[in-house]
């Protein structure tokens, strides 16, 4: 089992930064792939970015690429999305998945993914 706790959210204005945390417990962060996925109101989930287990391979969404950072530290069971140049539809529910694989793989779908935690709301005001 892998419990998994967002922090960082809140509101910005446009052009602004957030970081956000995604907290896991357990013992096998190491062993998961880890991603962001969001969304707005009225709106399907999307996909944000994702990190394989040892971090060295990232991808990210072409909305935020360029802007959005993800990162991993293991020692700490932390993955982390650093958000910069903000935009008013980056605003939405951002949450943290957890994929626990054998492969040094990212993933970019939410149905491959078996844990989630519970969001946090990113506002950006315009």
């Known amino acids: 089992q892998v419990q998994l706790v967002e922090s960082g959210g809140g509101l910005v204005q446009a052009g602004g930064s957030l970081r956000l945390s ?13 991603a ?34 993800i990162s991993r530290d293991n020692a700490k069971n932390t993955v982390y999305l650093q958000m910069n140049s903000l935009k008013p539809e980056d605003t939405a529910v951002y949450s943290c998945a957890a994929k626990l694989t054998l492969t040094g793989s990212y993933y970019q779908n939410s149905y491959e993914y078996n844990y989630w935690g519970q969001g946090t709301q990113v506002t950006v005001s315009s």
């Open 22 to 34: 995604c907290a896991a417990s357990g013992r096998t962060f190491s062993s998961a792939a880890m």
């Open 36 to 69: 962001w996925f969001r969304q707005a109101p009225g709106k399907e989930r999307e996909f944000v970015s994702a990190i394989s287990r040892s971090g060295g391979s990232t991808v990210y969404a072409d909305s935020v690429k360029g802007r959005f950072t």
